[in-house]
């Protein structure tokens, strides 16, 4: 999927140093981040992160405690002001379609421009109509659409309006599988025609890394990280965000002359000293099979076909510690075979 915004020009939206405390609790703690024309800015993390509790301040349907947010440098909510949520231009999609079962499709799209004359209604559902694909569906209600009908109907009817942002959250997360797939590839092709930026929050990272032109990677009411999906996956900020991204293997290591020192072989170290300690997080895939030799030495435990990958288990004949790791396809190795391990050192981190 094209990925492609300008970080040059100044933010759509921006963020700044905002909080938000119910009674004793922080919910949203110094919060610093922009947006930018055209971007897709995908909010990652578990339930309970504050994601969800993001996206309704910038809405404004819910109040900071502290801090400022700013559309086009114009700042919309802050100390002195609070411009209420249906003066933003800020569309909101959310997970729970909420379309008007007694409207049809036109109806239902039509229901967010009341400002208008009749004659630019008219023509911003055909617009909208057509951008979505629901020629067909004008006159039909709700419940004679498929989900992923519905779905479009429910993105006709945020971006009508032509907002500034689109706030959505886990859009997809009702859809199988297949249906969610196709229609995210969907969803970001009619949003990158409308020239709309998006903050889409999920809690699933290979839909954050497939739609985020960034990631906002959000852990307890606070930024962890923020960067492309190459930064998060290759430069991790800790263990918890390598074990987001990938299964994980876990070893201990000592330090001794710029390597870390393990059971499972030894590794470039420069950022630590002679004698430290530091545990070592191998990705799933960073495992490659090959011959073995005295001090390489693995048994097959477990082979299990996936589809797409195979995951395999295996037993250190050195000392009995287990590595477990994923290939693409299908392997020819069954189970006891014998075999030796390369480990792919861009996906090795120390902590």
């Given at each position: 999927?094209e990925?492609?915004?300008?970080?040059?020009?100044?933010?759509?939206?921006?963020i700044?140093?905002?909080?938000?405390?119910?009674?004793d609790?922080?919910?949203?703690?110094?919060i610093?981040?922009s947006?930018?024309?055209?971007?897709?800015?995908?909010?990652?993390?578990?339930?309970?992160?504050?994601?969800t509790t993001?996206l309704?301040?910038v809405?404004?349907?819910?109040?900071?405690?502290f801090g400022?947010?700013?559309?086009n440098?114009?700042?919309?909510?802050?100390?002195?002001i609070n411009?209420p949520?249906?003066?933003?231009?800020i569309g909101?999609?959310?997970?729970?379609?909420a379309?008007?079962?007694?409207?049809?499709?036109?109806?239902?799209?039509?229901?967010?421009l009341?400002?208008?004359?009749?004659?630019?209604r008219?023509n911003?559902?055909?617009?909208?109509?057509?951008?979505?694909?629901?020629?067909?569906?004008?006159?039909?209600?709700?419940h004679?659409?498929?989900?992923?009908?519905?779905?479009?109907?429910?993105?006709?009817?945020?971006?009508?309006?032509?907002?500034?942002?689109l706030?959505?959250?886990e859009?997809?997360?009702?859809?199988?599988?297949s249906?969610?797939d196709?229609?995210r590839?969907e969803?970001?092709?009619?949003?990158?025609?409308?020239?709309v930026?998006i903050?889409?929050?999920?809690?699933?990272?290979?839909?954050?890394m497939?739609?985020?032109?960034r990631?906002?990677?959000?852990?307890?009411?606070?930024?962890?990280q923020?960067g492309?999906?190459?930064?998060?996956?290759?430069?991790?900020?800790d263990?918890n965000?390598v074990k987001?991204?990938?299964?994980?293997?876990?070893?201990?290591?000592?330090i001794l002359d710029?390597f870390?020192?393990?059971?499972?072989?030894?590794f470039?170290?420069p950022?630590?000293?002679d004698?430290?300690?530091?545990?070592?997080?191998?990705?799933?895939?960073?495992f490659?099979?090959?011959?073995?030799?005295?001090?390489?030495?693995?048994?097959i435990?477990?082979?299990n076909?996936m589809?797409?990958?195979?995951?395999l288990?295996?037993i250190?004949?050195?000392d009995e510690?287990?590595?477990r790791m994923?290939?693409?396809?299908?392997?020819?190795?069954?189970?006891?075979?014998?075999?030796?391990?390369?480990?792919?050192?861009r996906?090795?981190?120390?902590?």
């Amino acid at each position: 999927m094209e990925k492609i915004t300008n970080y040059l020009c100044i933010p759509r939206l921006r963020i700044d140093s905002l909080c938000k405390k119910i009674e004793d609790k922080h919910i949203l703690s110094n919060i610093n981040v922009s947006l930018y024309p055209g971007e897709v800015l995908c909010l990652l993390g578990n339930s309970g992160c504050g994601k969800t509790t993001l996206l309704r301040v910038v809405a404004g349907l819910e109040d900071q405690s502290f801090g400022a947010i700013y559309i086009n440098e114009n700042e919309i909510s802050g100390p002195n002001i609070n411009i209420p949520a249906n003066s933003r231009s800020i569309g909101l999609m959310f997970q729970e379609y909420a379309l008007f079962p007694h409207l049809t499709v036109e109806e239902n799209i039509a229901y967010g421009l009341d400002g208008l004359n009749r004659t630019d209604r008219v023509n911003k559902i055909n617009k909208t109509i057509i951008n979505v694909g629901l020629e067909n569906y004008r006159k039909s209600y709700p419940h004679m659409l498929s989900g992923g009908e519905q779905q479009r109907v429910a993105l006709a009817r945020a971006i009508a309006p032509e907002p500034l942002i689109l706030l959505m959250d886990e859009p997809f997360s009702g859809l199988d599988r297949s249906l969610r797939d196709s229609l995210r590839e969907e969803t970001i092709m009619i949003l990158k025609k409308s020239d709309v930026s998006i903050i889409l929050v999920t809690h699933d990272p290979e839909e954050a890394m497939l739609m985020g032109d960034r990631i906002v990677l959000m852990r307890d009411g606070e930024v962890i990280q923020v960067g492309t999906s190459e930064d998060l996956f290759l430069d991790p900020v800790d263990k918890n965000t390598v074990k987001l991204f990938s299964g994980v293997n876990e070893f201990n290591g000592v330090i001794l002359d710029g390597f870390a020192l393990s059971n499972i072989g030894r590794f470039k170290a420069p950022k630590y000293t002679d004698g430290d300690k530091v545990d070592i997080l191998i990705r799933d895939q960073a495992f490659m099979l090959t011959k073995p030799s005295s001090d390489n030495n693995f048994k097959i435990k477990y082979v299990n076909f996936m589809g797409e990958t195979t995951r395999l288990t295996l037993i250190n004949m050195i000392d009995e510690s287990i590595v477990r790791m994923t290939v693409p396809g299908m392997v020819k190795n069954k189970i006891n075979d014998i075999v030796g391990l390369n480990i792919d050192e861009r996906f090795v981190y120390l902590f």
